[in-house]
Each structure stands twice: as C-alpha cells, then as structure tokens.
C-alpha cells in the first residue's frame, strides 16, 4: 500500500516562500510519476506540478517562474518549493503519486497552505 505524507504547509506574507514535502511508503520511488495538486475553497482541485522519474517537470501557467519541483530518489521524497506566494496561491495541497504504466494514483492528506496579502 503506497502512503504519501505531506508536511511544510502553513501561514505566509504574500512574496514569502514555503517548501512542501512529500514522502512516499511501501512503493519503490524511482517508479513513480509525482506531482502536487491544490484545491482553493470553493474550487475544483487543480494541478500545481508534475515531475517524473526521470526528472521531467511540467507546471500550471500561474506558478512558472514561482514553482520548483524536484524529488529525492534516495528519500522517496519529491518538493515543492513556493516562491513569492500570493494570496490566490492559498488553498490545500495534495501529493499525488502516480505508478508509471499502471494507472494507479495515490493521494496524501493535504497540508494547508495560507497566503496573507
């Protein structure tokens, strides 16, 4: 069973940065497509970030030049650094995981991220 458990959320200054992590359990890393999703109130869940196994990275308009995403294969972890957030960055956001060629996806919790202006 894959589980994904997210940390780094919190409350931040518009122009501030926060770094979220992910960690994923009971699967092997490198065969795993990641990426970060959020859902603002009110709004549907939308994709922030992806990065695949090899290290290819793909990102939503509104986070180009804001957003990194890379991953750590030894920590089975993958990042999301936020740079000079705003307040429409506020919402929760998930990790998703996904097993290249099986069509299975994985979500964590969520973890909080607030953006004050």
């Known amino acids: 069973q894959v589980q994904l458990v997210e940390s780094g959320g919190g409350l931040v200054q518009a122009g501030g940065s926060l770094r979220l992590s992910c960690t994923a359990n009971?699967?092997?890393?490198?065969?795993?497509?990641m990426g970060w999703y959020r859902q603002a109130p009110g709004q549907q869940r939308e994709l922030v970030a992806t990065i695949t196994g090899g290290g290819s990275t793909n990102f939503v308009d509104s986070v180009k030049g804001r957003f990194t995403i890379s991953r750590d294969n030894a920590e089975n972890t993958v990042y999301l650094q936020m740079n000079s957030l705003k307040p429409e960055d506020t919402a929760v956001y998930y990790c998703?995981?996904?097993?290249?060629?099986?069509?299975?996806?994985?979500w964590g919790k969520g973890t909080l991220v607030t953006v004050s202006s």
């Open positions: 998703n995981a996904e097993i290249v060629g099986s069509g299975r996806n994985y």
């Open positions: 009971g699967v092997i890393f490198g065969l795993l497509n």
